[in-house]
T-cell receptor, first 116, second 112 residues
Framework: GAVVSQHPSRVICKSGTSVKIECRSLDFQATTMFWYRQFPKKSLMLMATSNEGSKATYEQGVEKDKFLINHASLTLSTLTVTSAHPEDSSFYIC????????????FGPGTRLTVL | EDKVVQSPLSLVVHEGDTVTLNCSYEVTNFRSLLWYKQEKKAPTFLFMLTSSGIEKKSGRLSSILDKKELSSILNITATQTGDSAIYLCAVEAGDSWGKLQFGAGTQVVVTP
């Protein structure tokens, strides 16, 4: 199957700083990428849909000014957590779709963010 | 409001047992139901179901969708310790391609 990578895999930062997480599709071009967050022992919650060359679409309750998404190319989307606080500590996972309509999402390995 | 409910939330079985996991959904404009296995990191794809009554199989795993009952089951036969994981059910629905709503997952522990 297709490969999606995330970087970094783990990050620890101080409260108030910003953290950027990268999601890359390694062997295919992703027209659409999705960002999820997962709290311990909870399921994945969709945060936003990232489309190459256009603004991201955020789910209800997700602050777009706090979670900045940039889908700069067909193989890269970035999520920046601005002014991070301890409650932002979570597991962030991206996924990518090659073509709309194929419906198979490939997930990245996730990024564990800890805000002190 | 769309929702996806999985049951049970967790279970412990012995190697060799058969496990049946349930997923029910209430969504608008259903497109597909997907099963994923999540171990330590990101979910790995198992099945995608779009049509009722057609069983999909992969080794010891199988799954079927019942659109009338708005539900799906995932079966694992002759379980092994490597089957220990969280099994996630997700539904794609609505007007946007690819947006998945996940259930809470079922944690399966297979003991030797």
């Amino acid at each position: 199957g297709a490969v999606v990578s995330q970087h970094p895999s783990r990050v620890i930062c101080k409260s108030g700083t910003s953290v950027k997480i990268e999601c890359r599709s390694l062997d295919f071009q992703a027209t659409t990428m999705f960002w999820y967050r997962q709290f311990p022992k909870k399921s994945l919650m969709l945060m936003a849909t990232s489309n190459e060359g256009s603004k991201a679409t955020y789910e209800q309750g997700v602050e777009k000014d706090k979670f900045l998404i940039n889908h700069a190319s067909l193989t890269l989307s970035t999520l920046t957590v601005t002014s991070a606080h301890p409650e932002d500590s979570s597991f962030y996972i991206c996924s990518a779709i090659q073509d709309r309509g194929t419906d198979t999402q490939y997930f990245g390995p996730g990024t564990r963010l800890t805000v002190l | 409001e769309d929702k996806v409910v999985q049951s049970p939330l967790s279970l412990v079985v012995h190697e060799g047992d058969t496990v049946t996991l349930n997923c029910s959904y209430e969504v608008t404009n259903f497109r597909s139901l997907l099963w994923y296995k999540q171990e330590k990191k990101a979910p790995t794809f198992l099945f995608m179901l779009t049509s009722s009554g057609i069983e999909k199989k992969s080794g010891r795993l199988s799954s079927i969708l019942d659109k009338k009952e708005l539900s799906s089951i995932l079966n694992i036969t002759a379980t092994q310790t490597g089957d220990s994981a969280i099994y996630l059910c997700a539904v794609e629905a609505g007007d946007s391609w690819g947006k998945l709503q996940f259930g809470a997952g079922t944690q399966v522990v297979v003991t030797p």
